[in-house]
């Protein structure tokens, strides 16, 4: 009270001096010192009662900003590892710090971090930044929690699940893949082209719309919508904040349209169709078209934004592991010779009899670390290890620094498909290697994912040679991505229509 009756005291002075302070700068002046004066006061009474706590060990940085310029200088650079490494070997796999905004405990334990996920919604609740709520809408799977969360996330998952991949899927994506790759010519930027496939794969997925105008503009709209993730959410103090939010509202709208059209045709047999849209609007669901348009727009950003960099960092890797790539050629040279013409389709079988790819596919998973972690919120004090995370405190379960970890994985840092090979003596705990996340909020498309990028090697590699257009290098903020989206120069294969077997 003292700081503020002092505030308050000397811009009544001087207001009524006629001094150069405006009225409108004095009470701008008063907000941010009451706001200041807030904030010191709550920090200061949790710092009085967390002093009686025995929290993990580690460095809260500089007062406000604490440690966070240091950890998106890090992630800026193709090598984070030290912001992680450094704390690590001065206090352990679970430490202390202070990053946008808030005290968070790291933990690059891999026991931890799986009591971090099986937790969710018991102990720990999930919190993201508010630019990313607000853009992806109170709907949306993401933000759900309880029982609609878990009815939302199984509803999702029955439609990426193998058997519905299978008889239905597959297909669809080996036909999309195919017809984007015979589109290359030349001088490629094969991140851009990896977000085209997958978005209009869960396009196909959602709706059952087949690649158009419609659909390349609404994926025009969601790169905006993904640009403003992680900005300030204040319209007025940021561009590409204002400009993913007007983004937001076109993408909304387009889908609101389809979403009134699609219920009107479900009242008839007809007009009822067997895709995610369809189950949504069925019988004993009485969502309401916001929730259904909450829902679809953050599904159309997982689809689009992962899976498609796992795409571009598996053909990275690859590339500059020669041998890998070689061995992958072979095991795919051998399934397309079993067919009869260069556009027969892929089946489940082909997919099955995958085994390097799948070891190019797990480390691929490993070393680039999509989901490089998850933050949850303490929703009261927890013990563990020895250590009390007080309550309302974020915890950040780093997946990348356990996957990276000589520990864990031999040679870690270095992409070896072979690891994964049956016949070698490793084995890997569930703890341990975490892609996709792990508890009630494992992603549910991961099969999904794994058939995508399965296919888009086999035609990748049928079809085309290539190398790199020039150097591109990997940056991990905010999202895990190439600075340059990997320009290659493509080459379609001489013998490409050699490999299928004669009729």
């Known amino acids: ?6 505030i308050h005291y000397q811009l009544s002075y001087l207001i ?3 001094s150069s302070f405006s009225y409108m700068a004095s009470i701008i002046f008063l907000f941010f010192a009451i706001t200041i004066t807030l904030a010191a006061a709550l920090l200061l009474r949790r710092t009085h009662r967390h002093r009686n706590l025995r929290l993990p060990p580690g460095s809260l940085g500089l007062p406000f900003v604490g440690e966070t310029l240091q950890l998106i200088s890090a992630y800026k650079s193709d090598n984070p590892e030290p912001f992680i490494d450094r704390r690590v070997n001065r206090y352990g796999p679970i430490f202390t710090t202070h990053v946008f905004g808030e005290p968070t405990v790291f933990s690059a334990d891999p026991e931890t971090n799986r009591f971090f996920l099986l937790n969710e919604g018991k102990l720990f609740d999930c919190s993201y930044p508010g ?8 709907h949306s799977l993401l933000l759900m929690k309880g029982s609609l969360h878990k009815r939302m996330h199984s509803l999702t998952a029955s439609f990426a699940n193998s058997s519905i991949i299978k008889d239905h899927l597959l297909l669809d994506i080996d036909r ?3 017809l984007n790759l015979d589109s290359w010519s030349h001088r490629v930027l094969l991140m851009e082209e990896a977000k085209k496939i997958t978005f209009e794969l869960t396009v196909k997925q959602l709706m059952s719309f087949d690649p158009g105008e419609w659909t390349e503009n609404l994926r025009k709209e969601y790169v905006l919508v993904i640009e403003g993730f992680f900005t300030l959410p204040f319209p007025l103090f940021s561009t590409t904040y204002r400009r993913a939010i007007k983004a937001r509202r076109k993408v909304a709208e387009a889908l609101t349209l389809i979403v009134r059209e699609r219920r009107k045709e479900s009242e008839t047999e007809e007009g009822k169709k067997n895709d995610m849209l369809g189950a949504l609007l069925g019988s004993g669901n009485r969502f309401s078209d916001e929730q259904i348009v909450d829902f679809m727009v953050a599904l159309l950003v997982a689809g ?6 796992i795409m571009t960092l598996a053909v990275k890797f690859l590339t500059e592991t020669p041998l890998a790539l070689a061995q992958l050629k072979e095991e795919h040279d051998e399934i397309r010779s079993k067919k009869c013409n260069s556009e027969a389709p892929l089946e489940w079988s082909d997919y099955k009899s995958m085994a390097f790819t799948q070891c190019v596919v797990n480390e691929t998973l490993r070393v680039g670390n999509i989901i490089g972690g998850i933050f949850r919120r303490a929703m009261t004090d927890i013990n563990i290890k020895g250590y009390t995370i007080p309550k309302g405190w974020k915890v950040f379960a780093s997946f990348r620094a356990v996957h990276l970890n000589p520990d864990h994985f031999e040679d870690a840092r270095t992409f070896n498909p072979w690891r994964w090979q049956s016949n070698t003596e490793f084995t890997c705990p569930t703890n341990v290697y975490t892609p996709f996340g792990g508890g009630p909020r494992r992603c549910p ?3 999904l994912a794994r058939v995508l990028l399965s296919v888009f090697l086999h035609r990748m590699v049928t079809q085309y040679s290539w190398y790199p257009a020039e150097e591109d290098k990997l940056v991990f903020f905010p999202t895990t991505r190439t600075q340059k989206r990997y320009p290659i120069i493509v080459k379609r294969r001489e013998d490409y229509n050699k490999l299928c ?3």
């Open 1 to 6: 009270m003292y700081i503020y009756n002092s």
């Open 16 to 18: 009524s001096t006629n």
């Open 131 to 138: 630019s990313i709520s607000n853009l992806l809408g109170k």
């Open 176 to 178: 999309l893949i195919r």
């Open 304 to 309: 689009y934004e992962t899976t498609s960099t």
């Open 445 to 447: 498309g991961y099969e």
């Open 501 to 503: 077997k004669a009729q």
